[in-house]
């Protein structure tokens, strides 16, 4: 079958999705630039109905992949690229296709960290050395990788104690003090349910300390509002967000190595 690669198709893979800031960026991209694509929302039940979802689109060159699908996605990949590896979450999928459009392959990449790394470079200096990541999925995974390659020591956080992360109870004031960075990579005050946030004692926060929130929506998380009223520098999600489109949109249109 000759496939029409005139036309394609991108999209966006979760559950629940709800509002999607992907759908709105890239269809507005796509009209203003005369592209000839469309983005749609997919919300998958479960990750096994993605190759179903991929055989009922033949023109689809490319998927962004958010909560709970980042780690899951793995298996379902021919390759991945070495930082996605690294990371162990996947939130861009590049579909290698033949002359004729024909689906040879599915590979992995993570626009996470790249773009977390562009927003936050600007915002470090001599006394942000250390930071306190709060959560453990995929984009945890992405924001220590983007750290650690900043050169910044990472603590993960986490309700849960493991050999690998601290949990809420644990931090004192001497160790957010010398944590001048807070992230939070959990989906605790998104919309629609604005009224909560990580349980993190916001009290031992200070004007040195930078709280970081993934959360774009709303503009200004519990956490952020918090984090501000203690003093610190606070940033949620809208930058690196944007970032991540471009970053994707360019691996769905680059040429790579088979």
């Known amino acids: 079958m000759v496939i029409d690669n005139s036309h394609k198709v991108y999209g966006l893979i979760g559950h629940p999705l709800g509002h999607s800031f992907s ?3 890239f269809r507005n991209k796509f009209a203003d630039e005369n592209i000839d694509a469309e983005y749609n929302n997919y919300d998958l039940e479960d990750i096994n109905q993605l190759m179903t979802l991929i055989h009922e689109n033949p023109a689809m060159c490319g998927l962004n992949v958010t909560i709970p699908y980042k780690e899951q996605v793995l298996p379902y990949l021919a390759t991945i690229d070495d930082d996605a590896k690294e990371i162990g979450a996947v939130n861009v999928i590049k579909f290698i296709k033949d002359e004729n459009g024909e689906l040879l392959s599915l590979r992995g990449y993570n626009s996470d960290a790249p773009a977390f790394a562009d927003t ?10 250390s930071a306190l990541v709060l959560g453990t999925g995929g984009a ?3 924001i220590k990788h983007a750290l650690e390659k900043l ?4 603590n993960l956080v986490s309700r849960r104690k493991s050999a690998s992360t601290i949990v809420y109870e644990e931090l004192t004031k001497a160790m957010v003090s010398q944590s001048k960075i807070v992230v939070n990579c959990t989906p605790l005050g998104m919309y629609p349910h604005v009224d ?13 300390h ?16 918090k984090s501000k009223e203690a003093g610190a520098q ?15 949109y360019e691996i769905w249109n680059r040429e790579i190595d088979l």
């Open 196 to 208: 909560e946030c990580p349980d993190f004692p916001y009290r031992f926060l200070t004007h040195e």
């Open 234 to 248: 606070v940033k949620n999600g809208l930058e690196m967000l944007l970032l991540q489109a471009f970053i994707s």
């Open 151 to 154: 050169g910044v020591e990472v």
């Open 23 to 25: 759908q709105g960026y």
């Open 140 to 142: 945890s995974k992405a």
């Open 210 to 225: 930078l709280c970081y929130d993934l959360i774009y929506n709303p503009d200004e998380t519990l956490f952020m509002k």
């Open 120 to 129: 936050i470079r600007p915002m470090l200096n001599s006394r942000r050395t």
